[in-house]
């Protein structure tokens, strides 16, 4: 069965920071793989996800992540981290068949100090 | 885009009583739902797989019995939690495929379960 690994469990940053998060996913086969990102309070919602393609994909409010085939990665970046991006961050992986069911990875807790 | 309601938000029962939470998709068909449970600071883990008109697919670990899924519809989930206790306070989580793209998954906003 599938699994995924986040080796980073909590980071400390301070603004303007550089962040990597590192993800790294167990499967031999074809895989859709996501980030997803949960604020305090709030639900889960994507931050971007990679099916096909160019494996260096962009997503939301200035994350990106690389797809690294032969490493069996896909590690989070932003070049400039800001306050407001304190919060838990997930990869998850799916394979492209069967019921697609999500697995997520432990987490990562962000807390960016001003 | 795709939304999924999820009800209630916050929820509090004695022991040994039974609980159903609602997921539903707003706008869209979802022929598929899963249910995750979210320990604190810890990671969603997939309880199961639900599909419309048919039995939910569990993960292994998780008792059919006491968290029972029904998908009768192409926006509904239900779980239920039967006969709950302590242990069963977490925080369940429900998640849809939705139509924005291939593979793509929208979660509802969770529900807190305290079990007395």
């Known amino acids: 069965a599938q699994s995924v690994s986040q080796h980073n469990h909590h980071v400390i940053l301070s603004e303007a920071a550089s962040l990597e998060l590192g993800c790294n996913y167990s499967?031999?086969?074809?895989?859709?793989l996501f980030w997803y990102v949960q604020y305090p309070g709030q639900h889960l919602q994507l931050l971007l996800k990679?099916?096909?393609?160019?494996?260096l994909v962009k997503g939301i409010k200035g994350f990106e992540a690389e797809f690294i085939k032969s490493k069996f990665s896909f590690n989070l970046r932003k070049p400039s981290v800001q306050w407001s991006d304190t919060a838990e961050y997930f990869c998850a992986v799916t394979t492209s068949g069967g019921y697609n069911k999500l697995i997520f990875g432990a987490g990562t807790r962000l807390a960016v100090h001003p | 885009g795709a939304v999924v309601s999820q009800h209630p938000s916050r929820v509090i029962c004695k022991s040994g009583t039974s609980v159903k939470i609602e997921c539903r998709s707003l706008d869209f068909q979802a022929t598929t739902m899963f249910w995750y449970r979210q320990f604190p600071k810890q990671s969603l883990m997939l309880m199961a797989t639900?599909?419309?008109?048919?039995?939910?697919?569990?993960e292994q670990g998780v008792e059919k019995d006491k968290f029972l899924i029904n998908h009768a519809s192409l926006t509904l989930s239900t779980l239920t939690v039967t006969s709950a206790h302590p242990e069963d306070s977490s925080f369940y989580i429900c998640?849809?495929?939705?139509?924005?793209?291939?593979?793509?998954?929208?979660f509802g906003s969770g529900t807190r379960l305290t079990v007395v």
């Open positions: 998640s849809a495929r939705d139509n924005q793209g291939v593979g793509g998954y929208t």
């Open positions: 990679y099916f096909s393609g160019d494996p």
């Open positions: 499967y031999g086969g074809t895989v859709n």
């Open positions: 639900s599909n419309e008109g048919s039995k939910a697919t569990y």
